[in-house]
């Protein structure tokens, strides 16, 4: 049963934009911090960007802060990822990953017992 699924995934050019959206069926959604991954060919699964239980704590790796900007909806079991000025090195499969249930973000996929199936982003040069 698949309980978290991706939207928004495309082919952009370096410097658009592209907003991903995970719909949750978790009935802990709104309890669950949440995360989006993503894993280029070659490379190990990373921690992208995070957002605490109620929305309010946000948190990014060095390389998209100021150009990605994630949130919660928790009304509508819904967290996007907003990414602007995309570079050719964005590009990868993104996932998105709910924590445990009152848990805080972290950084470790270990940390992560859900995970979507993921949305492929392609920036091209």
């Given amino acids: 049963q698949v309980m978290l699924t991706e939207f928004g995934g495309g082919s952009v050019e370096a410097g658009?934009?592209?907003?991903?959206?995970?719909v949750s069926s978790l009935r802990t959604f709104a309890t669950d911090p949440m995360a989006w991954f993503r894993q280029a060919p070659g490379k190990e699964r990373e921690f992208v960007a995070g957002v605490s239980w109620r929305g309010t704590g946000l948190f990014y790796r060095n390389s998209v802060e100021g150009r990605f900007t994630i949130s919660k909806d928790n009304a509508?079991?819904?967290?996007?990822?907003?990414?602007?000025?995309?570079?050719?090195?964005d590009t990868?499969?993104?996932?998105?990953?709910?924590?445990?249930?009152?848990?805080?973000?972290?950084?470790?996929?270990?940390?992560?017992p859900t995970w979507g199936q993921?949305?492929?982003?392609?920036?091209?040069?």
């Fill in 92 to 112: 990868a499969i993104y996932y998105c990953a709910a924590g445990r249930n009152y848990g805080a973000v972290l950084r470790e996929i270990k940390d992560y």
């Fill in 16 to 22: 658009g934009s592209l907003r991903l959206s995970c």
């Fill in 76 to 89: 509508n079991n819904r967290v996007n990822l907003q990414m602007n000025d995309l570079k050719p090195e």
């Fill in 118 to 125: 993921g949305t492929q982003v392609t920036v091209s040069s």
